[in-house]
DNA sequence: GAAGTTTGCCTAACACTGTTAAATAATTTA
DNA sequence: TAAATTATTTAACAGTGTTAGGCAAACTTC
């Protein structure tokens, strides 16, 4: 019965078209205007055949969501491997991540909840393969000496994060683009906190 | 004819009977299921009652959000006289804002589009009377031996804000309730960026 | 005070939304 | 071919923001 892999198969395929259509939809028109019968329209089937493959519609937001975290997981971990020593890598880990908030803009704000009362922040994703995992470790290996607790691990990237994150916001809120300006601002906390770690 | 003004007093009280109804709903139900025909319930009155002080539903966001920019300012500014040295006003400045992040949750989330897709961020604000003039106004005093370009104030207050806007908006998508952790991250931060100020 | 005009307010409706239950069409199994 | 299963659709419910039309009360003018 090799017919059931081909059905399986199928399935998926709705599976990842609806998920494309999402994106395409809140790309094009936003967020605010995806709607179930849209994404039918586009899918070529109806509204109610979409929850024979995702529960609600906030679930295929949460699943667009974790794909955003793999993605930037990757993007990462490339920049990563472009850079011999700690600190150059972990700049270029955070310009990646910025990148990826603008090139992603809408997976972005999916992903962290901004302008979008939708899914729970992914707590699952924050440990293992995560790009919080890559660059936590990465500030472990630059602070390494003073052999810091992991409650200090996660401050400090706590606060990397929230620098950049807080630019992210105000640019994707105020329509920004990621201009010169702001990526300044960027590069210099980066090294402020870098500069930080050992001191 | 003072009824004329009687009657623009009741007129006044209606909206900002719908303003305060609408922050309840908001506050006890979540900003996603506000609706015209539950404000219209709380106020006694039929939905379409409210188009005749309202354009439609945004503008009474975009109100309530303006409102949160003077109450906010208002608290930056208390904070602000309660210090002598510019460089514990902007701690308590920041400290202030923080804390009026979290006392108005929802109120800040309208105001910075942190799970709304709702009104533009309001620039008329962002000049005169804002937290923002008293803030760079400090900066500025701060750095005046060194002359510093309206350009570079303006970069400096985007650095304390990113983080500190970063940090909150962390919070409140995860949902804390900025915790003693986010307090101390906070605090660093904003020393760090005080100190660079003038080196 | 009566007639006409304006105002306040409501009902009904439209075009949407997410979601569910029931009915139908297509396909697989016996 | 007949029965059972699966795939898909239609119809509907309860909700949304918003608009048009109508009724009744209040005010203005005579």
Known sequence: ???????????DENRMKILQASLQIIRDEGLSSLSMRKIADIIEYTAPMIYEYFANKEAILSELAAI????????VKEAKEQEKTPEKQIEA?????????????????????????????????QCTDSHTKLITDVIKEIMKDKKPSDELICRKYFTYWSI????????LVNKGNGDETNQQVLKDAIHGITRSLNN
Chains 1, 2 share one sequence.
Do not use: V
């Open 164 to 171: 950049i994150h807080g630019l992210i916001s105000i640019n």
């Open 93 to 125: 880990m955070w310009l990646a991540y910025w990148q990826f908030s603008f090139d992603q803009k809408e997976l972005y704000q999916l992903m962290y909840g901004i302008g979008a009362p939708c899914c729970e922040m992914q707590k699952t994703f």
């Open 68 to 75: 955003g975290y793999l993605k930037l997981a990757k993007k």
């Open 1 to 11: 019965m090799g017919s059931k892999e081909r059905i399986q198969r199928l399935k």
